[in-house]
């Protein structure tokens, strides 16, 4: 079956740590993977997809096949990243979307 | 600007009410869906649109409706609306390239 896996509900790190928000997906096929941010009182939206394979934001994600993985990375937690980030999938030639639950990221200061 | 939106942004009905949300975005993509979210649950795609006149069942389509009859909207209609359909509600859409662009959310409480 088709899943996203986002394994933390809550993730706390302090400014200027090193950040990992963990995905993990199971599709038999190509997947198109994508990372969305949700800041607080505003409406979701894209952060990076592994297509493109740039960095927003100073955050990165590698798409691994052999470990069907897509992890966000940031090597220096910023307070202002503090917000809800979901992985997602899309299956190849489609227009239907697999949400991984969320994990809340929050940066102390 | 660009950008997708979505009425009403605040719901409350009763249940077997039928009630319809409207989507629109001005962009000109291709592509359109709902999901709803819920607390635990993240987001599940409800329905979605390829195109004019082309629409698929998501992961939860039960109880729900959806037309495509012009490019830029997307309503979604509940015909008899039930408690477990309390939700937030988002509407997205995208170009040929997948990203997708969020409309701000409906909240939606059935009684």
């Known amino acids: 079956a088709q899943r996203v896996t986002q394994p933390e509900k809550l993730l706390s790190v302090f400014k200027g740590a090193p950040v990992e928000l963990k995905c993990n997906y199971s599709y038999s096929g190509s997947p198109e993977l994508f990372w969305y941010v949700q800041y607080s009182r505003q409406r979701l939206q894209l952060l990076l997809r592994?297509?493109s394979r740039e960095s927003i934001k100073g955050f990165t994600a590698d798409l691994n096949k052999g470990e069907t993985s897509f992890h966000l990375k940031k090597p220096f937690a910023q307070e202002e990243d503090s917000a809800m980030y979901y992985c997602?999938?899309?299956?190849?030639?489609?227009?239907?979307?697999?949400f991984g639950t969320g994990t809340r990221l929050k940066v102390l200061a | 600007e660009a950008q997708v939106t979505q009425n009403p942004r605040y719901l409350i009905t009763v249940t077997g009410k039928k009630l319809t949300v409207t989507c629109s975005q001005n962009?000109?993509?291709?592509?359109m869906s709902w999901y709803r979210q819920d607390p635990g649950l993240g987001l599940r795609q409800i329905y979605y649109?390829?195109?004019?006149?082309?629409?698929d069942k998501g992961d939860v389509p039960e109880g729900y409706k959806v037309s495509r009859k012009e490019k830029r909207n997307f309503p979604l209609i509940l015909e008899s609306p039930s408690p477990n359909q309390t939700s937030l509600y988002f509407c997205?859409?995208?170009?040929?390239?997948?990203?997708?662009?969020f409309g701000p959310g409906t909240r939606l409480t059935v009684t």
């Open positions: 997205a859409s995208s170009p040929r390239t997948g990203e997708q662009y």
């Open positions: 592994h297509i």
């Open positions: 649109s390829m195109n004019v006149e082309v629409t």
């Open positions: 962009m000109n993509h291709e592509y």
């Open positions: 997602a999938l899309r299956a190849s030639g489609t227009y239907k979307y697999i």
